[in-house]
């Protein structure tokens, strides 16, 4: 199976840990191409983002390596519906590495707009999300 290249909530070690039980190997990588959005859906804001393609742009986050297949369908299962998961190539140490990513549904781009933070998820969401995943 492909790594699995997370930008987003699967950043942080609390939640990936919830949600596997353990710590999959993991290292810096880079998705071009790609930008992380903030998700709207008409005044409200989700706390988590969403990739999708645009020219020049590039998404910073980790590839997480040997995972099994049982923690790819918990993976799956985390991601909703409005994602698709998607075959891109990284680039780790100036090395390409083929990968999965969750790309937003392209039927729902309307909703993207602006840069999701991650700091901003640290301080103002985090507790509260790792409260509602237990």
């Given at each position: ?44 804001v989700r706390p988590y983002p969403a990739v999708f393609p645009r020219h020049g742009a590039e ?64 301080v103002q969401h985090l507790d509260a999300y790792l409260r509602h995943m237990k």
């Amino acid at each position: 199976m492909r790594p699995l290249f997370v930008y987003g909530t699967l950043l942080f070690p609390e939640i990936l840990h919830s949600l596997l039980g353990r710590l999959p190997g993991s290292s810096e990588a880079i998705l071009p191409g790609y930008h992380r959005f903030s998700i709207h859906d008409g005044a409200d804001v989700r706390p988590y983002p969403a990739v999708f393609p645009r020219h020049g742009a590039e998404v910073q986050g980790l590839l997480l390596s040997g995972l099994s297949p049982k923690e790819h369908t918990i993976l799956d299962a985390y991601e909703d519906e409005d994602y698709v998961k998607t075959a891109v190539s990284v680039l780790q140490d100036d090395q390409r590495v083929e990968a999965s990513v969750y790309v937003w549904r392209a039927g729902k781009r309307g909703q993207l707009r602006g840069v999701w933070d991650l700091e901003q998820f640290r301080v103002q969401h985090l507790d509260a999300y790792l409260r509602h995943m237990k």
